[in-house]
């Protein structure tokens, strides 16, 4: 059982290139989020997706962007990648609503952007 | 605005008890978690408390109230793999986590 699975594990990234996370789970779980950790702050959340088809805005949503095709996989996309996008970033997945469902994360992607 | 309070590092002995406060200010309350993060890993679930009271699962527990807006996480019999950071999220009227910076538990012999 993987769970959740992350790709790239780290990626140096030069500014204004466009880079996609890949996000994958096998638990058919119907929501997904992306968060970025950051030194000194929570977990904020970027992009949710309550079930396939639908997606919605977190608390920092600016300059990404993410699909949600079907039930597996949820890719985060940085269309010109700037400085303040380094960072470390978790997918995580929820059966039901993650604001009362557990919420089980990938082992993340740490990208830097130069 | 919304506001996730905990001390940034603690530190207590081997099998000692630590316990780790958690104060918030959201709009709306749908239920608090800890997640426990070792250095360079994800985060994983360790609790759900959405009424008040105090919940017991083996070495931790977690206690809530709801009118003062507290929390704590307590964790007995330290061991050394305890040495992590303890993530604070309360869900907010909208069902989303607000997340607390964390706690980073550091765990002498």
């Known amino acids: 059982i993987a769970g959740i699975t992350q790709a790239p594990t780290s990626q140096i990234l030069a500014a204004g290139r466009r880079m996609t996370l890949r996000c994958t789970q096998d638990?058919?779980?119907?929501?997904m989020y992306w968060y970025r950790q950051d030194l000194g702050l929570g977990l904020r959340l970027i992009h949710y997706s309550n079930t396939a088809g639908t997606t919605g805005k977190g608390e920092v949503p600016d300059g990404y962007s993410v699909s949600r095709a079907n039930t597996d996989d949820f890719p985060l996309t940085l269309a010109s990648a700037v400085p303040s996008q380094t960072s470390v970033y978790f997918c995580?997945?929820?059966?039901?609503?993650?604001?009362?469902?557990?919420?089980?994360f990938g082992p993340g992607t740490r990208l830097t952007v130069l | 605005g919304q506001n996730i309070d905990q001390p940034t590092e603690m530190t207590a002995t081997e099998g000692a008890i630590v316990q780790i406060n958690c104060t918030y200010q959201t709009s709306g309350f749908n239920g608090l978690f800890w997640y426990q993060q070792h250095a360079g890993e994800a985060p994983t679930f360790l609790s759900y408390?959405?009424l008040d009271g105090l919940e017991e699962k083996g070495r931790f527990s977690s206690f809530l109230s709801r009118s003062k807006g507290y929390s704590y996480l307590l964790l007995k019999e330290l061991q050394m793999k305890d040495s992590a950071s303890y993530l604070c999220a309360v869900s907010d009227s909208n069902y989303q986590l607000i997340w607390g910076a964390g706690t980073k538990l550091i765990i002498k012999p």
């Open positions: 995580a997945s929820s059966d039901g609503r993650g604001g009362t469902d557990t919420q089980y």
């Open positions: 638990m058919r779980h119907n929501a």
């Open positions: 408390n959405v």
